[in-house]
T-cell receptor, first 117, second 106 residues
């Protein structure tokens, strides 16, 4: 029973392309998050959203934007992909009253490994 | 400067061994999480701790708030325990350790 689904497991894009990473959750969670994971750096928060059409910058938002038009879907957008955005991207969600930036009971997706060439 | 430090970074064990992974943090926290990430990327939350000790099957997690330290223990390790284990703490934001890569050899 998959609860947080990321649309692609592996993705290869060219430098300068606009890239969309999609995340869908079926738990009716208010909060959704995008992280990237790099060797030696761990997980770093890019953006999060605590409600439809709401978004907040995380620790490393530069070069990224997000869209949350529906509660269940949170999209990460790379406006012009660059090689330093090659990484593993992880989406997560959490329920109400649990604050922002990731809290108790959050669920991760399986990740999207993006390579920018 | 890392707010969360894990040790060791890499660990290889024989099946059946008792394993300990350590996590130290430098910020005030309200909760600490242990996460497990299998090859392929998926992450699951193993434990959320704010004090004391929790046990789930062969996994035990402890936390000492005064010493700002937590340990994850795996008893009777098995090859299926091979994964990256990540410590995460919640203060005014979430901080993640860089993970401990565990390989259990049959």
């Amino acid at each position: 029973d998959v609860k947080v689904t990321q649309s692609s497991r592996y993705l290869v894009k060219r430098t300068g392309e606009k890239v969309f990473l999609e995340c869908v959750q079926d738990m009716d969670h208010e909060n959704m998050f995008w992280y990237r994971q790099d060797p030696g750096l761990g997980l770093r928060l890019i953006y999060f959203s605590y409600d439809v059409k709401m978004k907040e910058k995380g620790d490393i938002p530069e070069g990224y934007s997000v869209s949350r038009e529906k509660k269940e879907r949170f999209s990460l957008i790379l406006e012009s992909a660059s090689t330093n955005q090659t990484s593993m991207y992880l989406c997560a969600s959490s329920g109400p009253g649990q604050g922002a930036r990731g809290v108790d009971g959050y669920t991760f997706g399986s990740g999207t490994r993006l390579t920018v060439v | 400067k890392n707010e969360v430090e894990q040790s060791p970074q890499n660990l290889t064990a024989q099946e059946g061994e008792f394993i300990t992974i350590n996590c130290s943090y430098s910020v005030g926290i309200s909760a600490l999480h242990w996460l497990q990430q299998h090859p392929g990327g998926g992450i699951v939350s193993l434990f959320m701790l704010s004090s004391g000790k929790k046990k789930h099957g062969r996994l035990i997690a402890t936390i000492n708030i005064q010493e700002k330290h937590s340990s994850l223990h795996i008893t009777a390790s098995h090859p299926r325990d091979s994964a990256v284990y990540i410590c995460a703490v919640r203060g005014n934001q979430f901080y993640f350790g860089t993970g401990t890569s565990l390989t259990v050899i049959p």
